[in-house]
């Protein structure tokens, strides 16, 4: 079904009849504000923690990859901004190396992911390491009210991966976490609170050290 594949294969089934009609629009959402934040000049594009791709195949970057447990999708675009080579290959799961040459990417997006990671630090380390001078950070990560409201959407789909509701995310992260660990590796260009602040948005410029 084209609904399911547009939004990251969701498991309609196990999401509660809140959650079909929320998770959609969230996703959509989010990856869209995402999108209006990549810089214009963004060459090669890296989104971490995408899924099945929406974000790189509603970007106009030449060349952009996305990145997931679940699969890896490489796009390359014309001039006009035409796709004209897909790849699809395996996933990849986070340890503490991301499998890129150093400043290759030009803006990197990691969007509702930095939350299910336990070493952030390892993870940020890594996206400065692969981004190019002054790259571009986009990040969106939700408040801790969120786990308020999961019960509420979802019954354990495949969102989850397998895990219960309480189990989902590793932290919850605001502002001034956040100025932690980026702390000498990223500033901060725009912070914004979204989806009734029940999401953040940071945006960030790399720190040449």
Same mark, same amino acid.
């Given at each position: 079904?084209? =609904?399911?594949?547009?939004?990251?294969?969701?498991? &309609?089934?196990?999401?509660?009849? %809140?959650?079909?009609?929320?998770?959609?629009?969230a996703?959509?959402? !989010?990856?869209?504000?995402? %999108?209006?934040?990549?810089?214009?000049?963004?060459?090669?594009?890296?989104?971490? #923690?995408?899924?099945?791709?929406?974000?790189?195949?509603?970007?106009?970057?030449?060349k /952009?990859? *996305? $990145?997931d447990?679940?699969?890896k999708l490489?796009?390359?675009?014309d001039?006009? #901004? =035409?796709? %004209?080579?897909?790849?699809?290959?395996? #996933?990849?799961? &986070? *340890?503490?190396?991301?499998?890129?040459?150093?400043?290759? &990417?030009?803006?990197?997006? /990691?969007? /509702?992911?930095?939350? @299910?990671?336990?070493?952030?630090?390892?993870?940020?380390?890594?996206? @400065? !390491?692969?981004l190019?001078?002054s790259? /571009?950070? $986009?990040?969106?990560?939700?408040?801790?009210?969120?786990? =308020?409201?999961?019960?509420?959407?979802?019954? #354990?789909?495949?969102?989850?991966?397998? +895990?219960?509701? *309480?189990?989902? @995310?590793?932290?919850?992260?605001?502002?001034?976490?956040?100025?932690?660990?980026? +702390?000498?590796?990223?500033?901060?260009?725009?912070?914004?609170?979204?989806?009734?602040?029940?999401?953040?948005?940071?945006?960030? +410029? =790399?720190?040449?050290?």
């Amino acid at each position: 079904m084209d =609904k399911l594949n547009n939004y990251n294969n969701l498991d &309609f089934e196990n999401l509660t009849f %809140i959650g079909r009609l929320i998770y959609p629009w969230a996703i959509k959402s !989010r990856n869209q504000l995402a %999108i209006r934040n990549i810089p214009k000049n963004t060459n090669e594009l890296l989104d971490f #923690g995408g899924g099945y791709g929406y974000l790189i195949k509603n970007t106009t970057c030449q060349k /952009a990859i *996305s $990145i997931d447990e679940k699969a890896k999708l490489s796009l390359l675009r014309d001039t006009d #901004g =035409k796709i %004209i080579n897909e790849n699809y290959s395996d #996933g990849f799961l &986070f *340890s503490d190396k991301i499998p890129f040459e150093d400043e290759r &990417f030009d803006c990197i997006t /990691a969007i /509702a992911i930095i939350e @299910h990671i336990k070493n952030i630090k390892s993870l940020l380390e890594e996206f @400065h !390491r692969i981004l190019s001078e002054s790259g /571009a950070l $986009i990040i969106t990560t939700p408040s801790s009210i969120v786990d =308020k409201i999961l019960p509420l959407l979802d019954k #354990g789909s495949n969102q989850l991966r397998g +895990k219960k509701v *309480s189990e989902e @995310h590793e932290h919850y992260l605001n502002r001034e976490q956040m100025q932690k660990y980026t +702390k000498n590796m990223f500033q901060l260009q725009t912070y914004r609170r979204f989806q009734f602040g029940l999401n953040q948005l940071f945006v960030y +410029k =790399k720190i040449n050290i």
